[in-house]
């Protein structure tokens, strides 16, 4: 299993934010299903990290110290 990086997974979210808007999180949500549907579940787990990436990058209220690039 090749490991995906945070990096990686930040830019896949801002990519589904761009394509998706608000409903990012759940379009990651749905992929994150359907891989776990198909077994596949590097995918599924990828696919769950992008979402909860998504809802981090939508928050309104960021924690202290927090920024974006």
Not at 41 to 54: K, S
Request: proline share 1%; hydrophobic share 50%.
């Amino acid at each position: 299993m090749k490991m995906i990086s945070d990096l990686e997974i930040y830019r896949s979210a801002a990519v589904m934010i761009r394509r998706f808007g608000s409903d990012a999180a759940a379009q990651a949500a749905a992929r994150a299903r359907s891989m776990g549907e198909k077994g596949d579940r590097e995918g599924q787990l990828v696919w769950a990290r992008i979402a909860t990436a998504v809802r981090a990058l939508q928050r309104v209220e960021r924690p202290a110290g927090a920024r974006l690039q």
